[in-house]
Antibody, heavy 122, light 107 residues
Framework: QVHLQESGPNLVKPSQTLSLTCKVS??????????WSWVRQQPGKGLDWIGY???????YYNPSLESRVTISVDTSKSEFSLKLTDVTDTDTALYYC??????????????WGRGTLVAVSS | VVLTQSPATLSLSPGEGGTLSCRTS??????VAWYQQRPGQPPRLLMY???NRAPGVPDRFSGSGSGPDFTLTISSLEPEDVATYYC??????????FGPGTKVDFK
């Protein structure tokens, strides 16, 4: 079955750029039925959708983060990436990648990575 | 678009049933999804389209409702059900929003 694995630095300095990658294995990243999302969870808090990308590179972002976020896909490597610029301590969170079905009237996030904790600190 | 969940914490005895509520600020919401997050684990899809169980989800979980009120019912609490449960909705744009969660634990 499809497996997602996040990777990237666990510590980022304030004002710098957070960069994470999600490797997709066990299935194709190029399926038309799915998008590829990033979701974060600040310590002790709930879940926030950051945005998603299609295999063709179409992106949709949460307006609350849109000015700082870029999500991209590299189908040759079967992975997608997150960049979040100008980070502050409020960006400290557990970052998950997730497969998202979003076709017609149906949608859900059915496969999740285990998450990677990123701390913003000098 | 805002989701509210109640109660914040639901304490049940083993084998007891309980109901979790999710209310959307968008009455036109046609359905919500529900996720279970056990401590130290990523979220897991439980229900989509309000009442459809995801593969592998036990039938003691059931979902129902239509905008703005949705419910997730656990018919008989098992130890592995101790978790936080989140509802989620999608609005146009697209924009996915999660509720604040209901923590289910043992009484």
């Amino acid at each position: 079955q499809v497996h997602l694995q996040e990777s990237g630095p666990n510590l980022v300095k304030p004002s710098q750029t957070l960069s994470l990658t999600c490797k997709v294995s066990g299935g194709s990243i190029t399926t038309d039925d799915y998008y590829w999302s990033w979701v974060r969870q600040q310590p002790g808090k709930g879940l926030d959708w950051i945005g998603y990308v299609s295999h063709t590179g179409s992106t949709y972002y949460n307006p609350s983060l849109e000015s700082r976020v870029t999500i991209s896909v590299d189908t040759s490597k079967s992975e997608f990436s997150l960049k979040l610029t100008d980070v502050t301590d409020t960006d400290t969170a557990l970052y998950y990648c997730a497969r998202t079905y979003d076709i017609s009237t149906y949608w859900f996030f059915d496969v999740w990575g285990r998450g990677t904790l990123v701390a913003v600190s000098s | 678009v805002v989701l509210t969940q109640s109660p914040a914490t639901l304490s049940l005895s083993p084998g007891e049933g309980g109901t979790l509520s999710c209310r959307t600020s968008q009455r036109s919401t046609s359905y919500v999804a529900w996720y279970q997050q056990r401590p130290g684990q990523p979220p897991r899809l439980l229900m989509y389209d309000a009442g459809n169980r995801a593969p592998g989800v036990p039938d003691r979980f059931s979902g129902s409702g239509s905008g703005p009120d949705f419910t997730l019912t656990i018919s008989s609490l098992e130890p592995e059900d101790v978790a936080t449960y989140y509802c989620q909705q999608r609005s146009n744009r697209p924009l996915f929003t999660f509720g604040p969660g209901t923590k289910v634990d043992f009484k």
